[in-house]
């Protein structure tokens, strides 16, 4: 009876051990051939089968940049059954070969790794013709009052103003008033008018002046400005400007630059090392002033959001210091993590200062 108690529970054993769903895809790749980029998104079909002896479940489906997974089966996938997952590639604006992963996990094995799969999806996309307006060099935008660059880039003393130019089209058959709405009072419209007249047709540039010494801030900045039109498709058009300002130093005096504060950081780099996600730890460096005058502290930035950087004081005297706290997020990211990030001071001599940090975030 013992013995046929051991043969029982030894069958049993085997069979869990042996008893597991498995994925089998009739095929892991599928060619779209060409397609154009105007005829809107793709899709194709992959077909599996569960050959294991347990119900099969889809626990992850995560596609690659431009590819999305519209569709999959969710529900659990008997022995012998059949699933499918449904990827679409969106062509819009990415002529050219494309081969894009997604990629699979299954409860085949408690390990993700062990238990992942990759299909692809692959093509040409053939390029769409110019339309009316990329001919005449308005490439953005989707109404009938277009601009041909929405990106402004200037660089600036805080003594200065500078002026830079929009051209504008209004390609329908009815006049459009061009307004600006939000602009700040540092930026003005030529010969300061709140508004222009596009006529029907009418091509024309569109004059912007910035001036640094009302905006009385040091540094780089953006600003974003929106126009107001009577398009009935893209009412409003959105105009992005970065800035960066630099603090005039040509008018000191030989007695007043010897005489200037001089920043001098503890180090140029800091190293969180290896970080726990979900935790925010924080370092501290100091900035000191070695000259005569005072150390003002004009702004701080980080090239990357997962770092941030505040002090304890903006301004500093002789012989002191400010203590900088960078705290590293290690929050929705993963891996190796770096930033820069800019200190901009009054010392003519230095005036930014770039500190390198780093960190990665464990899995």
């Known amino acids: 009876m013992k013995k046929q108690l051991f043969c ?3 069958f049993l054993s085997a069979f869990t051990l042996f008893a597991q769903p498995a994925i089998k895809f009739d095929s892991t790749t599928i060619d779209f051939g060409t397609i154009k980029e105007d005829d809107g998104k793709s899709s194709g079909r992959f077909e599996f089968t569960n050959t294991g002896n347990q119900d099969l479940l889809l626990t992850g489906v995560k596609p690659g940049c431009g590819c999305t997974a519209a569709d999959y089966t969710k529900t659990p996938i008997a022995p012998g059954g059949r699933g499918f997952i449904v990827a679409t590639y969106n062509p819009y604006n990415r002529p050219g070969p494309f081969n894009k992963s997604i990629r699979v996990t299954t409860n085949e094995s408690e390990n993700e790794n062990a238990s992942a799969h990759t299909i692809y999806i692959k093509g040409n996309v053939e390029k769409k013709p110019p339309s009316r307006y990329e001919l005449e060099g308005y490439k953005t935008g989707t109404g009938e009052i277009r601009i041909q660059d929405n990106q402004v880039k200037l660089e600036m003393l805080n003594t200065d103003a500078k002026t830079f130019t929009i ?10 008033t061009f307004e600006p709405t939000n602009m700040p009072n540092y930026i003005i419209m030529e010969q300061n008018v709140t508004s222009i007249v596009l006529r029907a047709g009418e091509e024309r540039d569109v004059t912007f002046k910035y001036d640094a010494v009302k905006k009385e801030e040091i540094g780089s900045f953006k600003d974003i400005i929106t126009i107001q039109t009577q398009d009935p498709t893209e009412p409003r058009i959105t105009i992005f ?4 300002i630099s603090e005039d130093f040509s008018k000191l005096t030989p007695k007043q630059l010897q005489d200037s504060p001089k920043a001098v950081l503890d180090s140029l780099t800091l190293d969180f090392g290896k970080v726990e996600k979900n935790t925010s730890p924080t370092l501290q460096i100091k900035l000191y002033n070695k000259g005569k005058n005072p150390l003002k502290i004009r702004q701080l930035k980080s090239s990357n959001p997962v770092f941030a950087i505040t002090t304890d004081k903006t301004e500093i005297t002789k012989d002191g210091f400010a203590t900088f706290s960078i705290t590293f997020n290690a929050k929705n990211r993963r891996g190796v993590q770096n930033t820069i990030i800019e200190i901009i001071t009054n010392d003519p001599a ?5 500190l390198n940090c780093k960190g990665e975030i464990l899995q």
């Open 8 to 10: 029982f529970v030894l």
């Open 167 to 176: 051209r504008a089209k209004n390609f329908s058959d009815v006049e459009s």
């Open 241 to 244: 400007i970065e800035v960066v």
């Open 350 to 354: 230095n005036t930014k200062m770039l």
